[in-house]
């Protein structure tokens, strides 16, 4: 993808599921992002490399996504200084409530800004990485206000049966 401006990245495959609803909102956008799979516990060297060199490579925003012990987001938040949203995964044994505790108890000093569990959080991490560039990119900003106009038109003509 040419210049991304946003970088997703969660801790497994198994993440994708809810996460590709961060990437087709983008797409919707039509905002550009990488993508990529990176363990904070099963690849460190790999979010480190990741995360230093992401605002180097024009990244504007990192998007972590993780379930369980979910580090990822705030590893990332430790080794950059670009906004970091976090997504918490819904997870097996308590349904998304350990990724997002662990997620969102981070130290003064450091911010992850932190989602709601599962799909909506991915969705609405999207959005908001599209209202931060919308800031200084006025086609960006077209595209969410016409995102909006539609999702507020689409309530407004809901018909009940
Ligand atoms: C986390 O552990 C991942 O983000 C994922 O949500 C969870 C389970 O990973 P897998 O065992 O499915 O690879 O690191």
Known sequence: MANPLV???MGSISDWETMQHTALTLDGLGIAYEKRVISAHRSPQLAHDWTTGAAGRGLQVVIAAAGGAAHLAGVAAALTALP???VPMESASLKGM???LSMVQMPAGIPVATFTIGKPGAINAALFAAAMLA???PKIKAALDAYRTAQTEKVVKTQLP
């Open 7 to 9: 970088g997703i990245i």
């Open 135 to 137: 800031l200084s990119d």
């Open 84 to 86: 970091v949203l976090g």
């Open 98 to 100: 350990d990724s997002l």
